[in-house]
């Protein structure tokens, strides 16, 4: 925090003259919060801005995330840190190489089982 004010001056532009576009400025901007794919963000989960969530992590409920989360990664507390991997590492390579969010709907249908029971020997690649 570098302003001197915590003071909402950009939320009130137009009484104290401020340039609406500049809204952004009053504050320490960290960047965008990103959020990947096949993510499931706990109940009452605060995620700070410019955090990165991998593909796949799990936020636990009331997490105060502030650091980047890899892939396949639950993570939990205040600071948010790594409670487990959600599989191991051959299946994690394995599920952010066939990125199963982007295939088609027939194709996830076809494989609702495996994907649900966890079963990735099971799935039906073909096309
Ligand atoms: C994180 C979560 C997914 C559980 O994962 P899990 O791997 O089954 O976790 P476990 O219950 O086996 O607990 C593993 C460890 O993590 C801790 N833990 C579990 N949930 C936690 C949370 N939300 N914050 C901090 N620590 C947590 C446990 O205390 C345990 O710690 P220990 O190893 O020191 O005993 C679950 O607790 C959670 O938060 N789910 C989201 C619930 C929710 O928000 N539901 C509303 C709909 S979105």
Redesign the pocket.
Known sequence: MRSLATYTFPIFFDEWGLYVKNICDAWDNKGDTIIGNDV????ETVIMSGVKIGDGA?I????VVTKDVPTYT?V??VPARA??KRFDDATIEKLEALQWWNWDYKNIKRNIYAIQSGNIEALDMAV
């Open positions: 499931w963000i706990g109940y799990i636990g409920t009331c997490a639950i939990g507390g409670i487990r």
